[in-house]
């Protein structure tokens, strides 16, 4: 059980996927303006990442591992991963079109969203089985909008301070996400214990 | 008496300042040289001047009608004459100007004719009205039109009436001397109150460093056998606030979208159930108030003002210092330096506190603010200040309303305790007032968009109209065309072409009426259509057909021509059409 | 004929997520634009026409479509960024100068009583009759300007709208910054 534990601390705080993997840092840095928008870009990659780590799973295992074809993991999980993010634009234009009108691009770019293609590969090569494959994706979803949301608040609040004219915008962005990625270096370690 | 009191959070112990002034006596100042009353002293409407320059007005007699039931009236202060009803500055933030009635005083100061109000025998919604028209609105110094909150809530049942008499604002001690000298006026006040809203238990809450207003205010209630409860309550700036002394008292708090009434609780300051028993059991309309006069002047005192005083003449009284440099009106909280010293008192004016750099040193310059929290613990609403204060400073207003910037009742304390001395509440107003405007702007823009939208839903209805009255028209003018032929081919008349003639015209004119019964509007294009190809047979036909008119056909055709004539007008512009008939 | 197993399978998922997607999209079928409600709400709704669209409502359609967001004056640099905020694009400065709010007199000698500014003003806050005098029912007014040209003896002027105490607004503080007396030594 506790194994399973681990799999999750592990990839919601120690192997964060965008402060430690340093993945999926486009939605990161683009829909952290608001926290508004960080709460919806959150909730929908949570969904499309633990999707696509089940689905990518059941391919692997049941389609490409049997008849050999595991050179088209990477094609075959793009473009299962490019319908579930269709299915998921389409569920956000009709419960919330001011909030698919603000993630704008970003909506249809978590298709390329290298951390949603990365976790599902990661699951492999550490020859996990389903449920920690999916423990392992909702994870990563659930640390990916974790930082993303705790980074949307800091950067909200930093819109009101007197910062430099040269350091306003993108620049103390990237100053305060580099901040936050030391300090989620400090979990280095924490599912080591045994 | 003993009750448990209950615990108000924050709040702050400035130095009460309080002993200077309540060393002498209320005096009645003097009649000033001349009384500038402006017309808008309660929240609400702004009443209507009814005086005009060079009107001879008596003291009391109304000068200001309210406007609306959220208003009050105004009366004149003495008896004079009216100089001019014109813009003056008022005393205000802002120091804009606002219309004043503006009366050279006769110095016999007349009183008109007034009577007691018999309220015994009076209905509660006469009562209401009559101290609306006496003027009374509450003088703690929000100046909230007392009728208005002297209903009743129809679904909850009154509970406690609270009246304030905490007056813990720093130096203003007007409410302390009120229940001193004329504490049993002030208990018969509070019985109008009690029974024109019923409740269950009546609250007087004063504050423990006015001890003999206390005694002064339970012997008031003892002789008059009023079954009221003196409650002395800590003293603890802003304790007087009307939230704050009824948590003190009765233990509710008020939420921010409800009123105090919802929760069965009212609240009243001493000095209006004072001019409500005088507005009431003598007639008089609110036409002055007591002012401390205080600060760095040689003499602090507490004054009977007319209304409408001007502020520097009122300070005379008290021979200021010669470095006094400026006015506050109101405590040093939550009051302000007057723009002007010749602004009026009016009846939110309870303290003028002269001003020096001794008592009030200028403040050194704001420092970034360190999160020390202070405010938080300071502040009686439980808001954090800290927050608000970030997000006002840039201009983000909709958090500001995430931390519940509304409530803030500007008391102060915030700033009072600030270590780094930021004028928290002046962002905070800023923030409430940038707010109230962009509601402002939002509800011209909502008005604008329903009246545009029933401009162009009226404009589509006046040309589908017109298209059915001009088809209506051109139809009933060829039917009695064909009629007409028909009628002179029947009397055998030498014109046997034209009756030929007129036949097609009749064939092709019938179907019109046919079509234009049902959806008008909708057929207009075919209409149209038929009308031209009519006109066009008319034209063709008309020198045979109109060969032998008799002169009363040729009237009726002129009479036809000129509706037409009328009609077309109207399509190019409406009003005109109208206007003409009307000559 | 490995690659015709791997086409086969290929094919064979690219019609299970075609199904998948075609029933989402009847099933999630979007009716209507409420985007353009939201944006309309953020126009100043006076009409006027600046931004090139006849009304704020087709305006809000066109940005709902792609257009600038910086076309509407009234709106001012505010609304600029209140649609940039709402819509997530990049803030741009107005495409015309910022007057501040107005409202139009008519100057009542002038007037002949045409009619031709009543049946211009869209928001109708001009009221009078065919040959009697007109007048501007001022706070109806939105400053559109509308009613200027029509007018055949330029009776009507704009003019910014006075500071009262009912619209007054308390400013930004200021921190004022002056020179602190030197201390002398001790």
Redesign the interface.
């Known amino acids: 059980m506790s194994h399973y534990l681990f799999i999750l601390v592990g990839a919601v705080l120690v192997n964060n996927v965008v402060l430690v993997k340093i993945l999926g840092l486009c939605p990161f840095m683009g829909v952290s303006k608001k926290l508004e928008t960080a709460y919806g870009m959150g909730a929908a990659t949570t969904f499309v990442l633990t999707m696509a780590t089940g689905a990518s799973y059941i391919i692997d295992h049941f389609l490409l591992i049997p008849f050999g074809l595991e050179y088209l993991r990477t094609l075959s999980f793009i473009v299962t991963i490019a319908a579930i993010v269709q299915l998921t634009e389409m569920v956000i234009a009709k419960t919330s079109p001011t909030l698919q009108q603000t993630l704008g691009i970003y909506l249809p770019l978590i298709t390329t969203n290298c951390a949603v293609l990365g976790v599902p590969l990661l699951n492999i090569s550490n020859n996990n089985n389903f449920v920690e494959s999916l423990l392992f994706g909702a994870g990563s979803a659930v640390g990916f909008s974790l930082v993303l949301i705790l980074f949307a608040g800091i950067r909200e609040r930093v819109e009101g301070a007197e910062v430099p004219v040269y350091f306003r915008g993108v620049a103390i962005a990237m100053v305060t996400a580099g901040l936050m990625a030391l300090a989620f270096m400090g979990f280095a370690g924490l599912d080591k214990y045994q | 008496m003993l009750m448990n009191l209950f615990k108000c959070k924050g709040g702050v112990k400035p130095p009460t300042n309080k002993t200077q002034s309540i060393t002498l006596p209320i005096a009645t100042a003097p009649i000033p040289s001349r009384l500038v009353v402006p017309l808008h002293q309660s929240i609400g409407g702004t009443p209507r001047p009814i005086v005009q320059a060079g009107d001879q007005v008596l003291k009391g007699q109304l000068i200001g009608e309210a406007d609306g039931w959220i208003s009050a009236a105004v009366h004149a202060p003495t008896s004079g004459t009216v100089v001019e009803v014109a813009m003056h500055v008022q005393p205000h933030p802002s120091g804009l100007d606002a219309m004043c009635v503006v009366i050279a005083p006769d110095g016999r100061d007349e009183w008109i004719a007034h009577q007691p109000f018999d309220y015994a025998n009076a209905a509660p919604e006469a009562v209401r009205e009559y101290l609306q028209q006496s003027g009374v609105v509450g003088l703690g110094g929000a100046v909230f039109p007392t009728h208005g909150k002297l209903t009743p809530s129809k679904t909850v049942p009154m509970e406690e009436l609270v009246i304030n008499g905490a007056e813990c604002e720093p130096f203003i001690t007007c409410d302390d001397l009120l229940m001193r000298e004329r504490a049993e006026e002030v208990v018969r006040g509070i019985g109008i109150f009690r029974d024109l809203l019923q409740p269950k238990k009546v609250l007087i809450g004063i504050e423990d460093n006015k001890p003999e207003a206390a005694a002064a205010m339970r012997a008031a209630v003892g002789a008059l056998g009023e079954p009221f409860s003196v409650v002395v309550v800590p003293t603890l700036y802003p304790a007087g606030g009307a939230k704050q002394l009824i948590r003190v008292l009765t233990g509710k708090e008020v939420p921010a979208a409800k009123r105090s009434t919802d929760l069965g609780v009212q609240c009243f300051n001493v000095a209006t159930a004072y001019t409500a028993w005088r507005a009431i059991a003598h007639g008089e309309p609110v036409v002055s108030r007591l002012v401390t006069v205080t600060g760095n002047v040689h003499a602090p005192r507490n004054y009977e003002v007319l209304i409408g005083t001007p502020m520097d003449e009122l300070l005379q009284l008290a021979t200021p210092h010669p470095d006094t440099d400026g006015i506050i009106m109101g405590g040093p909280m939550m009051g302000f330096l007057v723009p002007d010293r010749q602004v009026p008192v009016i009846k939110a004016t309870n303290c003028l506190i002269a001003h020096d750099d001794r008592l009030f040193p200028p403040k050194p310059p704001e420092m970034p603010c360190i999160r020390c929290g202070s405010c938080a613990q300071a502040c009686p609403h439980e808001l954090q200040p800290f927050e608000m204060y970030w997000f006002s400073r840039a201009k983000n207003f909709g958090k500001t309303q995430e931390y519940h910037i509304f409530d803030c009742i500007e008391c102060g304390c915030c700033s009072f305790v600030c270590p780094s001395r930021i004028p928290l509440v002046q962002y905070f107003r800023f923030a409430k007032s940038e707010i109230w405007a962009r509601e402002r702007e939002k509800n011209a823009a909502d008005g604008a968009k329903a009246r545009f939208e029933f401009k162009q839903l009226r404009e589509e209805r006046e040309k589908a109209e017109k298209a059915e009255k001009l088809a209506k028209a051109a139809a009933a003018q060829a039917a009695k065309k064909a009629a007409e032929a028909a009628a002179a081919a029947a009397a055998g008349e030498p014109v046997a072409e034209g009756a030929a003639a007129a036949e097609p015209v009749a064939a092709e004119a019938s179907p019109v009426p046919v079509a234009v019964d049902p959806e008008k509007a909708a057929k207009m294009a075919t209409i149209q259509a038929a009308m031209e190809r009519a006109k066009a047979q008319r034209e063709a036909s008309q020198p045979k057909n109109t060969e032998a008119l008799k002169s009363s056909q040729q009237k009726e055709i002129d009479e036809i021509e000129a509706r037409r004539q009328a009609a077309h007008l109207t399509e190019a512009a409406p009003p005109a059409a109208t206007g003409e008939k009307t000559e | 004929m490995?690659i015709v197993?791997?086409i086969a399978?290929?094919a064979l998922?690219?019609v299970v997520?075609g199904a998948?997607?075609g029933f989402?999209?009847i099933k999630?079928?979007?009716e209507g634009?409420?985007?353009i409600e939201?944006i309309?709400a953020i126009?100043?709704?006076?009409?006027c026409g600046q931004c090139g669209y006849p009304?704020?409502k087709p305006y809000a359609e066109a940005i709902a479509n792609g257009d600038e967001i910086n076309k509407c004056p009234p709106g001012g640099t505010e609304g600029v960024q209140r649609l940039a905020?709402?819509?997530?694009r990049e803030v741009k400065p107005l495409n015309a100068e910022e007057k501040p709010k107005q409202i139009a007199i008519i100057d009542e000698q002038t007037c002949i009583g045409c009619?031709l500014c009543?049946?211009a003003c869209?928001?109708?806050?001009i009221v009078g009759?065919?040959?009697q005098m007109h007048t501007i029912v001022a706070p109806?007014c939105?400053g559109c300007e509308l009613c200027l040209p029509p007018c055949p003896v330029e009776c009507i002027r704009m003019e910014p709208i006075a500071?009262?105490?009912d619209?007054?607004?308390?400013?930004?503080?200021v921190?004022?910054?002056?020179a602190a007396p030197l201390k002398e030594a001790a």
């Not at chain 3, 905020?85 to 997530?88: E, H, I, R, S």
């Not at chain 3, 869209?122 to 806050?125: H, I, K, L, S, T």
């Not at chain 3, 921190?175 to 002056?178: D, F, G, R």
């Open positions: 490995e197993l791997a399978i290929m998922g690219a997520l998948a997607l989402a999209s999630f079928k979007v634009d409420p985007l939201k309309e126009l100043p709704q006076t009409q009304g704020c905020d709402l819509l997530g009619t009543i049946q869209p928001v109708d806050a009759a065919a040959k109806l939105t500071e009262n105490i619209n007054w607004k308390w400013k930004y503080p921190v004022e910054i002056k």
